[in-house]
C-alpha cells in the first residue's frame, strides 16, 4: 500500500513517469526516508506484526537483498516512531530535521491503528555489515566503534546512553569490551524510557569472509561475537524483543550457543512472505499501478508483463515443503520496474531482455567454483528421499553446497504437484540463467567437448550436428539441476555467451518471443526449445508465431535465417536426449527437416 494521492510525483522528477505513479526508489531502506519523501512503500506491517507475536528472540534468515535492513527500519519506526536528532556530538545546536508526526508515520498501512496505541520502546539497530578488520583485534576495535556511534544517536536524539561523551567520541579510550558498552546503552534506555528492543542487522558478514580457514584460525573470531551477543541473553529480562538477521545460518550453532532462547524463523511457512513480494500485492497500489505504467510503455498487456516477470523474479519459498506463498525478490522487481518506467533503459530491455539485477550485483564466485568442483552434490531428489528427511540439512550446522545455496537464494523449495514430490530447484530464470551462465563461462574456458562443433554449426549453417554437440556441452553442467525448461534455455544462453556469441534471449516480435536468437558469421539461427514436451510442439509454436522475421526486418532482409526446434527430454534415471528440425525462417510454409538426434 502507499500514501493517498498527495504524495504522487512530479512528472518532471520522474524521468517520463506517469504523474499518478508514486517512485520506487529500490536503494532506499530507510522507512522514515520513504514516507518523508513519498516514495512508494508496500505495506508489510501485517507481516512483520505477526512475526513479533511469534516470541521475544527472534531470528530471520533471508538471501541478500531481500528488503531485511528496511524489515528493520520500519519495525523500528512501529516501536519508537521517527526520533529525529535534536543537537549534536559537541553540544552546539543543529537544525533539527523534519519529523515524521506520527499520524502519517503508518496512515494507510495495516499498523496505523494499532500505532496509535501500542507502548513506545527505545530501538538499538546494530548492522554488522560495517564491521571489518583482518584482525581479531581489527574486528573488536570496530565492534566497539559501531556500538558507541549507537550510543552517540541516542545522544543526539536527546537521552543519556549512559556512556561518558568523551568515549563516545573516542572508544579507543573506552577500556571495556563492546558488549560492556552495549550493556550499558540498553540499562540506561531502559530507565529513561522503557524496555529496549535490540535490532541485528548481516549478523553474519564479519564471519563469511573466514570461509574455508582452518578451525583454529577461525575460532578466536567466533569467540569474539559469542562474547559480544551473550549480554542479550544477560539483558533479556528488561529487553522488549530482540531480531537477529542474517544472510545464512552458517554461523548461527557457534554465535549462539550462548543465546539458547533464540527461536528460529526462517523455515516457517506462515511467515514466508515477511521478506519479498507476493503475487497479491502486485494485485494492488503501488505495485499494480506501476506496472501498469511499465506495461504500456512495453506497449505490452498487464498479462504479459506479468507472466514475464512472473518467471524471471518470483519462485522463492521459505518452508521445506514449498507450500508456503511464493514471492519475488523484491531487488530485482523494484530496480526492472524502476528500469521500465524510464524511456532510454526500458528500450534496452525491449531489445536486450529483462535484466539479472540481483544476480549481477553479487554472484557468489565461490559457489560457482564449487558448482565446478561437484556438481553432483547439488541435486534435486525428492524430499521423500531418507538423504533430504536429514534433519542436518536444515540445522543451523549445515555445511553442505546445496544446503548454502538454498539458505543464500540460490535454490528454493518447489512444492509437490502433477505427482511429483516437492524438491530443490532454482526459484526463477534470473538465477538459473546468471549461475548457468557464469557456469558456462568456467567451462568453455576449458574447452568442452561440443563447443567448436556448436560453433562450426552457427557459422556454416550446417545444422545436422547441432543436437550431438548441444548435448556434449550440456553434460557439463550438474544435471540434478536441470530440471526444467528454463535452466535448460539459462544453460544454452551461458554456452553461446561463453563461446563470445552474444545470444538475444526471448526477445519480443509481433506475434511473441522465441527462446534464442544467435547472429553468428552472417547466419541468424532462431530457437525454440522444449523440456519433455514434444519436438512438434517447438515446431508448431516456431510456425505458428512466425519467429524470426522481425530479426529479418531489423537485418533489413541481408541475412541466412534458419528456424531451429529443440526437444530436449531426461528420464527418471538421468538420461538426456536432444532432438531437433530445422527450417527457412523466409520459408514458412516449408517443410522442417530432421536433424540427427542423440542420446546418453
Request: hydrophobic share 35%.
Given at each position: 500500500m502507499t500514501d493517498e494521492p498527495d504524495i504522487h510525483t512530479n512528472p518532471d522528477e520522474t524521468q517520463g513517469q506517469s504523474p499518478t505513479v508514486p517512485r520506487l526508489r529500490p536503494g532506499i531502506s530507510d522507512y522514515t526516508r520513504l514516507r518523508r519523501e513519498h516514495h512508494a512503500y508496500v505495506d508489510k506491517t501485517s507481516e512483520l506484526a505477526q512475526l513479533l507475536d511469534t516470541g521475544e528472540f527472534l531470528f530471520l534468515s533471508r538471501?541478500?537483498?531481500?528488503?531485511?535492513?528496511?524489515?528493520?527500519?520500519?519495525?523500528?519506526?512501529?516501536?519508537?516512531?521517527?526520533?529525529?536528532?535534536?543537537?549534536?556530538?559537541?553540544?552546539?545546536?543543529?537544525?533539527?530535521?523534519?519529523?515524521?508526526?506520527?499520524?502519517?508515520?503508518?496512515?494507510?498501512?495495516?499498523?496505523?491503528?494499532?500505532?496509535?496505541?501500542?507502548?513506545?520502546?527505545?530501538?538499538?539497530?546494530?548492522?554488522?555489515?560495517?564491521?571489518?578488520?583482518?584482525?581479531?583485534?581489527?574486528?573488536?576495535?570496530?565492534?566497539?566503534?559501531?556500538?558507541?556511534?549507537?550510543?552517540?544517536?541516542?545522544?543526539?536524539?536527546?537521552?543519556?546512553?549512559?556512556?561518558?561523551?568523551?568515549?563516545?567520541?573516542?572508544?579507543?579510550?573506552?577500556?571495556?569490551?563492546?558488549?560492556?558498552?552495549?550493556?550499558?546503552?540498553?540499562?540506561?534506555?531502559?530507565?529513561?524510557?522503557?524496555?529496549?528492543?535490540?535490532?541485528?542487522?548481516?549478523?553474519?558478514?564479519?564471519?563469511?569472509?573466514?570461509?574455508?580457514?582452518?578451525?583454529?584460525?577461525?575460532?578466536?573470531?567466533?569467540?569474539l561475537f559469542r562474547d559480544f551477543f551473550r549480554v542479550l541473553k544477560q539483558c533479556d529480562g528488561i529487553l522488549h524483543k530482540v531480531l537477529i538477521t542474517g544472510i545464512t545460518r552458517r554461523a548461527y550453532g557457534e554465535l549462539f550457543s550462548a543465546l539458547n532462547n533464540l527461536q528460529d524463523c526462517t523455515w516457517r511457512a506462515d511467515l514466508?512472505?515477511?521478506?519479498?513480494?507476493?503475487?497479491?500485492?502486485?494485485?494492488?497500489?503501488?505495485?499494480?499501478?506501476?506496472?501498469?505504467?511499465?506495461?504500456?510503455?512495453?506497449?505490452?498487456?498487464?498479462?504479459?508483463?506479468?507472466?514475464?516477470?512472473?518467471?524471471?523474479?518470483?519462485?522463492?519459498r521459505f518452508d521445506r515443503d514449498g507450500q508456503g506463498p511464493a514471492v519475488y525478490n523484491p531487488w530485482s522487481l523494484c530496480n526492472t520496474l524502476s528500469d521500465l518506467l524510464t524511456p532510454a533503459v526500458r528500450e534496452g530491455i525491449r531489445k536486450h531482455g529483462l535484466p539479472s539485477h540481483w544476480s549481477d550485483s553479487g554472484v557468489s564466485k565461490t559457489l560457482v567454483d564449487a558448482l565446478r568442483q561437484q556438481p553432483n552434490s547439488v541435486n534435486s531428489i525428492p524430499f521423500a528421499h531418507p538423504d533430504e528427511l536429514d534433519a542436518d540439512f536444515y540445522s543451523n550446522k549445515a555445511t553442505g553446497l546445496k544446503s548454502l545455496m538454498l539458505q543464500s537464494g540460490y535454490l528454493t523449495h518447489h512444492p509437490a504437484q502433477n505427482g511429483h514430490p516437492a524438491r530443490l530447484g532454482w526459484p526463477n530464470r534470473e538465477v538459473s540463467r546468471t549461475m548457468l551462465r557464469d557456469?558456462?563461462?568456467?567451462?568453455?574456458?576449458?574447452?568442452?567437448?561440443?563447443?567448436?562443433?556448436?560453433?562450426?554449426?552457427?557459422?556454416?549453417?550446417?545444422?545436422?550436428?547441432?543436437?550431438?554437440?548441444?548435448?556434449?556441452?550440456?553434460?557439463?553442467?550438474?544435471?540434478?539441476?536441470?530440471?526444467?525448461?528454463?535452466?535448460?534455455?539459462?544453460?544454452?544462453?551461458?554456452?553461446?555467451?561463453?563461446?563470445?556469441?552474444?545470444?538475444?534471449?526471448?526477445?519480443?516480435?509481433?506475434?511473441?518471443?522465441?527462446?534464442?536468437?544467435?547472429?553468428?558469421?552472417?547466419?541468424?539461427?532462431?530457437?525454440?526449445?522444449?523440456?519433455?514436451?514434444?519436438?512438434?510442439?517447438?515446431?508448431d509454436q516456431t510456425a505458428l508465431k512466425q519467429y524470426g522475421r522481425g530479426l529479418l526486418v531489423e537485418l533489413d532482409n541481408r541475412a541466412d535465417a534458419t528456424c531451429i526446434a529443440l526437444h530436449i527430454a531426461k528420464t527418471r534415471e538421468g538420461g538426456i536426449s536432444i532432438e531437433g528440425a530445422v527450417r527457412s525462417v523466409h520459408g514458412i510454409d516449408n517443410d522442417w527437416t530432421s536433424l540427427r538426434s542423440h542420446q546418453r
Open positions: 538471501p541478500r537483498r531481500f528488503g531485511k535492513t528496511l524489515m528493520l527500519s520500519t519495525i523500528e519506526c512501529m516501536f519508537q516512531g521517527d526520533l529525529p536528532r535534536v543537537r549534536h556530538p559537541d553540544r552546539s545546536t543543529i537544525r533539527a530535521m523534519p519529523k515524521v508526526q506520527d499520524e502519517q508515520l503508518f496512515a494507510v498501512t495495516a499498523w496505523e491503528q494499532p500505532f496509535t496505541t501500542s507502548a513506545r520502546h527505545p530501538v538499538i539497530r546494530l548492522d554488522l555489515s560495517r564491521i571489518s578488520g583482518s584482525s581479531v583485534g581489527q574486528m573488536e576495535l570496530s565492534l566497539k566503534r559501531h556500538v558507541a556511534q549507537q550510543a552517540l544517536l541516542w545522544y543526539c536524539r536527546g537521552y543519556n546512553p549512559g556512556i561518558d561523551l568523551k568515549h563516545l567520541r573516542d572508544p579507543t579510550s573506552y577500556r571495556f569490551a563492546a558488549q560492556d558498552m552495549l550493556d550499558e546503552l540498553i540499562q540506561s534506555l531502559q530507565v529513561e524510557c522503557n524496555d529496549p528492543v535490540v535490532l541485528v542487522d548481516e549478523y553474519d558478514t564479519p564471519l563469511l569472509s573466514l570461509l574455508g580457514r582452518r578451525p583454529s584460525e577461525v575460532d578466536p573470531y567466533f569467540r514466508g512472505s515477511v521478506c519479498g513480494f507476493t503475487e497479491d500485492q502486485l494485485d494492488q497500489p503501488p505495485l499494480s499501478n506501476i506496472v501498469q505504467a511499465a506495461a504500456q510503455g512495453l506497449r505490452q498487456s498487464n498479462d504479459e508483463l506479468r507472466a514475464s516477470l512472473q518467471t524471471y523474479y518470483n519462485g522463492y557456469l558456462a563461462l568456467g567451462h568453455v574456458g576449458e574447452q568442452l567437448p561440443g563447443v567448436e562443433r556448436v560453433r562450426k554449426c552457427l557459422v556454416s549453417g550446417k545444422y545436422e550436428d547441432l543436437p550431438t554437440a548441444l548435448l556434449d556441452c550440456l553434460y557439463a553442467f550438474p544435471y540434478h539441476i536441470m530440471d526444467d525448461e528454463f535452466s535448460y534455455h539459462a544453460a544454452l544462453h551461458g554456452l553461446f555467451m561463453g563461446m563470445g556469441i552474444m545470444p538475444r534471449s526471448e526477445q519480443a516480435e509481433l506475434a511473441g518471443r522465441y527462446d534464442l536468437a544467435t547472429i553468428c558469421g552472417g547466419r541468424i539461427a532462431v530457437m525454440e526449445l522444449k523440456y519433455n514436451r514434444s519436438l512438434q510442439e517447438a515446431q
